[in-house]
């Protein structure tokens, strides 16, 4: 296909045919990200959506429960990972995680979302003796049990983002939890070489995150997954790692929402002076995403670009993630989540109306219950309507 830079100089159905026959190749739409100019992407990115991914912008109303914040790694532009010395070092016994849920069911959330740094277990004896000290060797030992807690006791769905867990692990917590999350971040290799954000990041080697979802694929766990867009990678390695994406969900059909985030530099990291990446470069990746995988749900988190967030629905998406009226985002705590008022202004701006989910999308709970283990349904049949939406009477 010869590029024009005007979208009406590309014919849309017999493109939008070829995406979805899956005929369109890496390297064409390589091309057409290099070439289309930005309003025409825009233009065909939003064609997509509204023909494949029509309805409401939706998001998941959470609380964000910061089990452990000790990790294994260290990526140099992360703040979330803490040391044992460090004053906001979090370590949640169970009393703690269940007063967040509760808060959270009394404000109408329906989302437990529950973040732990990368086996802190094995870097830590302070995470070790913690563990032990509450009647636990694992971390995801720990994850499962106070899962099955905070469904037994609050009726919110647990999601977690543990980061690497092995398949017995994933295994165990499908039974806890109704998705998992764990970022690809990039496809790129690249990025695990010297002074690269990687370096000292063994578990963001692509082949251990592909490794995971693929496990969790033959598992059929629902997943949420993404990329991180402005940390040194290329768009060559863009495209790879959205592709990479789609083919595994191709394969299993697990891959329930991607995240393209946006890198926002932080102070006292190592990337503290790289800026975050330019909004037109960052709207075209959105616009190609949707391209790409035309039935994904896609999300970009509205608090990391406060400013501009609302041109986000033009270039694609069709969700804002979670948003907590109660916890902060501990991952990025200098950026607040917008007022639920102000992301139901901005999205009917945008021609949209704005719907809570669960932290597992429509189609598994419409059509595709084999990816939700039977100890979860009761918990999310009180929960949900006939869409597959938060049911209203829930909400008042």
């Not at 070489?193 to 979802?213: D, G, W, Y």
Request: hydrophobic share 35%; proline share 7%.
């Amino acid at each position: 296909m010869e590029l024009q830079s005007t979208a009406h100089n590309l014919d849309l159905h017999n493109f939008e045919e070829r995406i979805l026959s899956d005929s369109i190749p890496k390297k064409e739409v390589y091309d057409l990200m290099m070439n289309l100019d930005t309003l025409s992407l825009i233009s065909v990115a939003r064609t997509i959506r509204l023909r494949r991914k029509p309805g409401p912008i939706t998001y998941s109303r959470k609380v964000f429960i910061n089990l452990v914040n000790l990790c294994r790694d260290k990526c140099s532009y992360c703040t979330y990972k803490k040391e044992p010395t460090d004053t906001d070092v979090s370590m949640l016994d169970p009393e703690k995680v269940l007063k967040i849920a509760e808060d959270g069911r009394r404000l109408r959330c329906t989302e437990a979302l529950i973040v732990t740094g990368e086996s802190p277990e094995q870097k830590y004896p302070e995470a070790r003796k913690w563990l032990k000290s509450i009647g636990f060797s694992s971390t995801a030992e720990y994850i499962d049990k106070i899962s099955n807690m905070i469904l037994k006791k609050t009726g919110l769905l647990p999601h977690t983002n543990g980061g690497i867990l092995n398949k017995e692990e994933l295994s165990i917590l499908k039974e806890t939890n109704v998705s998992l999350g764990c970022m690809l971040e990039s496809s790129s290799e690249r990025l695990l070489s010297k002074n690269m954000p990687h370096e000292f990041a063994p578990s963001k080697n692509p082949k251990a995150r592909k490794r995971l979802l693929e496990n969790a694929g033959e598992l059929k766990i629902p997943m949420t997954t993404g990329i991180l867009i402005g940390i040194g990678e290329t768009v060559e390695e863009v495209i790879d790692s959205l592709f990479m994406m789609k083919e595994i969900n191709q394969r299993y059909g697990n891959i329930q929402e991607v995240i393209i985030q946006n890198f926002v530099p932080k102070s006292n990291t190592g990337m503290r002076k790289i800026p975050t990446p330019p909004l037109n470069y960052f709207i075209r990746i959105i616009a190609i995403s949707r391209i790409i995988m035309p039935d994904m749900n896609i999300q970009v988190p509205p608090n990391l670009s406060p400013n501009n967030y609302g041109l986000y629905v033009d270039a694609g998406i069709n969700d804002w993630g979670g948003i907590s009226p109660l916890t902060i985002d501990h991952v990025n705590p200098e950026s607040p989540w917008p007022d639920i008022k102000e992301l139901t202004n901005v999205t009917k701006r945008s021609g949209y109306i704005l719907r809570p989910r669960l932290p597992v999308y429509p189609e598994f709970i419409l059509d595709k219950n084999e990816f939700i283990h039977d100890n979860l349904w009761k918990y999310i049949r009180a929960l949900s309507g006939s869409d597959g939406l938060v049911r209203d009477q829930y909400l008042n």
